[in-house]
Nanobody, 122 residues
Framework: VQLQASGGGLVQAGGSLRLSCAGS????????MGWFRQAPGKEREFVAA????????YYAESVKGRFTISRDNAKNTVYLQMNSLKPEDTAIYFC????????????????WGQGTLVTVSS
């Protein structure tokens, strides 16, 4: 499956952005989906994940209550609504697909998008 992330940009602290990840070339509705991020000089870290039907979601503690992951299988798209953004949320955000089950580990995901840059100014 091919993944294309979009929606990144520059936003002031306290603002909101919605990221999208469009899938193609596979049965999107059978994949668990995740969002990860990587800040300059840091390792890629888990942000949020959603099961293939959307019934289960996981969040990193750092984003819980501010970010919401959702999916529309009819549109082959997963979203990450990011509210109350902080400068420490600045990173490249990646979406990923896992054909097995919802997971937090980067190693669980087989397919990755190219990333979209989110910059939060203070």
């Amino acid at each position: 499956v091919q993944l294309q992330a979009s929606g990144g940009g520059l936003v002031q602290a306290g603002g909101s952005l919605r990221l999208s990840c469009a899938g193609s070339g596979g049965t999107f509705s059978t994949y668990a989906m995740g969002w990860f991020r990587q800040a300059p000089g840091k390792e890629r870290e888990f942000v949020a994940a959603i099961s293939w039907l959307g019934g289960s979601t996981y969040y990193a503690e750092s984003v819980k209550g501010r970010f919401t992951i959702s999916r529309d299988n009819a549109k082959n798209t997963v979203y990450l609504q990011m509210n109350s953004l902080k400068p420490e949320d600045t990173a490249i955000y990646f979406c990923a697909a896992d054909p097995r089950t919802i997971a937090r580990a980067t190693t669980a995901y087989d397919y990755w998008g190219q990333g979209t840059l989110v910059t939060v100014s203070s």
